[in-house]
């Protein structure tokens, strides 16, 4: 488990050239899923749910489609790697990562992955 390929200011500024472009919110959770999947061999899927009443639903993937695309909002993921989406106290969603190498996240790899999440809940 070595340091993070994952670059999150170079996803953040992807992120935000598209907002300037007016995506759409899909289309915005859509490119942080497929930026986030390409940095690293490791990762099998990333998955974007996003709360929905009391539910969170995956609304865009990076990966292979997953049985699971609603679950409680209080449920914890599955993943191997879960960061929620925070806007200001509340949760409104959640970044799971999906890899098959045991022991692949090291804390430099959450906080990256946490950079992209808060930029993310300004934009959406």
Do not use: W
Request: with cysteine.
């Amino acid at each position: 488990m070595g340091d993070t390929v994952l670059k999150p200011d170079s996803i953040i500024k992807g992120l935000h050239g598209a907002f300037c472009r007016d995506v759409s919110r899909h289309e915005l959770l859509q490119l942080a899923a497929a930026k986030i999947q390409s940095a690293d061999t490791r990762y099998v899927g990333v998955y974007m749910y996003m709360v929905r009443g009391d539910n969170l639903e995956l609304e865009a993937f990076a990966g292979p489609p997953k049985e699971l695309t609603s679950m409680p909002a209080d449920q914890p993921g599955e993943s191997d790697l879960t960061v929620s989406v925070h806007l200001h106290d509340k949760v409104i969603g959640q970044i799971a990562i999906d890899c098959d190498t045991p022991d692949a996240f090291s804390e430099v790899e959450r906080n990256a992955v946490s950079k992209v999440a808060d930029a993310l809940a300004t934009l959406l």
